[in-house]
Nanobody, 126 residues
């Protein structure tokens, strides 16, 4: 079973950047597509970005296009989410999810059957 651990959230000011990591504890991580979701207080969990198993296809929510970049390093079993020009609306807990054999676009649909991490808090405030 895949276990995922998100890291490198934090408190930043508006306009600053963060790079989140999602580390997986499975030898066959390169078989998995990975998606990032976020959940702000009082709101539903929403899709952010996803990458396919090979890292050559990505898919983004409209709000993430041009600001966020998802990538992966299969040699390190890690997926990254680079977030630039952050605003207060980006404040949320960010989770990664993994699913074997999926496309990046398929990862945009929430599934309880996916492997999920516990999340990392991102707070954007001046």
């Amino acid at each position: 079973q895949v276990q995922l651990v998100e890291s490198w959230g934090g408190l930043v000011q508006p306009g600053e950047s963060l790079r989140l990591s999602c580390a997986a504890s499975v030898r066959t991580f390169n078989n998995y597509a990975v998606g990032w979701f976020r959940q702000a207080p009082g709101k539903d969990r929403e899709f952010v970005a996803a990458v396919n198993w090979r890292g050559d296809y990505t898919y983004y929510a409209d709000f993430a296009k041009g600001r966020f970049t998802v990538s992966r390093d299969n040699a390190k079993n890690t997926v990254f989410l680079q977030m630039n020009n952050l605003g207060s609306e980006d404040t949320a807990v960010y989770h990664c999810a993994a699913r074997p054999g999926a496309s990046a676009q398929a990862m945009s649909v929430f599934s309880r059957d996916d492997a999920w991490g516990q999340g990392t808090q991102v707070t954007v405030s001046s």
